[in-house]
Each structure stands twice: as structure tokens, then as C-alpha cells.
């Protein structure tokens, strides 16, 4: 509050006065404290002004006010530094495959799923009631969304055999992305399983890893 962790914006009290409104300002509802500290981060450094006048009785190590510290570790290397450069190079979403056809989920469609940047992986429809769609995820990590000509033939099992799911909403989740339809059923000699979830079409990015450990 007193301002060794302040902005310019948001200066501590030993700099200047602020209303209780405008220390009462945060980045967002997640953020607890007020400012200046609710807006600081490591990559702004420490007000060695203040710290120096606020406790001259101590010995500090001497920094001129006018250089700004050094963050260690470096700003590219931080969170911020991290999110900044993510949002000045957000991902296009894909364009929509050339082989994806018009009108909602059947049975023989195939989706890409994208798991995070740089992995994607497929589902192949079974068949669709009320609305929800039974998959379960075919062979094959691809760095891209892929072409129909680049799917496999086969299914992606879990160690303890076949994972299906009732996953609503496939047509209308972001990073997914119909690639192929009426495509023929990869063969498998495992049986059906035994049990099959329902969810919606968003958890397929998380449980990717059920059926593909290494991601």
C-alpha cells in the first residue's frame, strides 16, 4: 500500500494520495488485494525511491530511481512475459476442411479434436441419438488439423481395451472440426466397451490422454 511495489498508474501512498476508489481498482475479480499491488508485476521492479526513503535507517543497496531493475529472470521467461507473447500470436482457428460437408453430425463423421497448439487428434461418430453423438478416438497425432486422406484406418484403445463416449455439442465446440464424412469404420478385433460415458464435446481435449499417454 505504501508503494515499494506500486506502477505509474497506481502509485503507493508515500508517492501520492489516491482515493479509496481508485486503490479500490482491479485488473479483474480474480484479483483479491487492491491496487498498486492488485496491478504489479516482477517485470516493473521495485520503487527504490520509496524504499529508500522509507527505510534510510537500513542499509539498502543503492539503486538509481532512474534504472529500471532488471527482471530475473528475464520478462521472456516470466508469466507475463509469457502471455503477452501468446496474445500477440493467438492461433487462427482453422479453416473449415474442404471434405467436412453441410448439416449436423452422422454417423460416419470424422472430427478433429485439437488437444493445445501444435496437437491434434481425431474421433470417429458411430452413431448419433437425441442429439448426442457416440465417438471414440482413431489412431494418430497430427500437428495440424488433418485431410481426410491423412486419417487412420484404426481406433485409439485404452490400456484396458475401447473408450467410447456420448458427447453432446460436437457440431458447435470451438477446436473441433468435422474433416471427413461418411467415412468407413476403422476395423478392430476388440470388443465393444463395457460402459459409455456422456459428456460434452469440450472434454475431448482433456481426455485425449486416456487413449494417448504421451500428450
Not at 508485476?41 to 539498502?60: M, P
Not at 448439416?103 to 452413431?127: N, Q, S
Not at 458427447?167 to 474433416?179: G, L, P
Amino acid at each position: 500500500m505504501i508503494g515499494i511495489l506500486d506502477t505509474e498508474e497506481y502509485p503507493g501512498l508515500a508517492t501520492t494520495f489516491l482515493t479509496y476508489r481508485i486503490r479500490d481498482q482491479r485488473p479483474n475479480t480474480r484479483v483479491e488485494v487492491q491496487a498498486p499491488l492488485a496491478w504489479w508485476d516482477s517485470s516493473v521492479g521495485v520503487n527504490e525511491t520509496s524504499l529508500a526513503q522509507l527505510f534510510s535507517e537500513h542499509e539498502l543497496t543503492s539503486v538509481s530511481p532512474s534504472d529500471k531493475p532488471v527482471p530475473t529472470p528475464p520478462l521472456a521467461e516470466t508469466v507475463t512475459g509469457a502471455l503477452a507473447s501468446r496474445k500477440g500470436s493467438r492461433a487462427a482457428a482453422p479453416k473449415t476442411s474442404p471434405d467436412a460437408g453441410r448439416g449436423p453430425v452422422e454417423a460416419g463423421d470424422v472430427y478433429a479434436v485439437r488437444v493445445r497448439e501444435g496437437t491434434w487428434v481425431t474421433v470417429y461418430c458411430h452413431e448419433v441419438k437425441d442429439k448426442r453423438a457416440r465417438v471414440e478416438f482413431m489412431d494418430g497425432i497430427f500437428t495440424e488439423m488433418p485431410a481426410k486422406h491423412e486419417l487412420s484406418q484404426t481406433f485409439r484403445p485404452r490400456r484396458d481395451g475401447r473408450w467410447q463416449s456420448w458427447v453432446a455439442s460436437i457440431d458447435s465446440t470451438s477446436w473441433i472440426r468435422r474433416v471427413a464424412r461418411a467415412y468407413a469404420s476403422p476395423e478392430t478385433s476388440l470388443p465393444e466397451p463395457d460402459r459409455i460415458p456422456s459428456q460434452g464435446a469440450k472434454t475431448l481435449s482433456s481426455l485425449a490422454s486416456w487413449c494417448f499417454p504421451d500428450l
